[in-house]
């Protein structure tokens, strides 16, 4: 919500809000009603901040929706495995204007006992910043936050 307390122009909410059986991407283990409650709490929410978009379906079929150059920021939350970040990075990097900030959530080697799920969000974040010059901004919280050259 901190995102938003600003009221941007445009605020993007893309999720597919449903537990499809892959832990990875429901690493909290909620329940569909759960996740359908999150749902239309953020659609009623658009209502009131008509900037919020809210889309329900994965990023990764959404993305090419998007231009490039488009979005000031870019916030990853979703699949935590290392190939589903890595993937997310290179798809949404390019839709992040020149100077402006890709980030994500979870910039930590953790492996979730009752899932037996490892992130690989700090491998997959930092194999990119290196291979593109980027420097890895830690922040609060384990957020991390790249800035587009």
Same mark, same amino acid.
């Given at each position: ?13 893309? #999720?597919?809000?449903?537990? #499809?059986?892959?832990?990875?991407? @429901? ?6 009603? #759960? ?33 490039? @150059? ?20 290179? #798809? ?58």
């Amino acid at each position: 919500m901190l995102m938003i307390e600003h009221n941007p122009k445009l605020a993007v909410a893309i #999720d597919p809000w449903i537990d #499809d059986g892959v832990i990875s991407r @429901n690493s909290s283990g909620y329940s569909q009603e #759960d996740l359908d409650q999150q749902y239309e709490n953020l659609k009623a929410l658009a209502k009131v901040r008509t900037f919020i978009k809210v889309i329900r379906d994965y990023s990764f079929n959404t993305v090419h929706d998007f231009p490039k @150059n488009y979005f000031d920021l870019v916030y990853i939350d979703a699949d935590h495995t290392y190939d589903a970040v890595l993937k997310d990075i290179n #798809d949404w990097y390019p839709k992040v204007k020149k100077g402006r900030v890709l980030a994500g959530d979870d910039y930590i080697n953790l492996r979730k006992i009752k899932t037996g799920i490892r992130f690989g969000v700090k491998q997959a974040v930092n194999e990119f910043a290196q291979t593109n010059g980027l420097v890895v901004h830690k922040l609060p919280g384990y957020n991390w936050a790249l800035i587009k050259k």
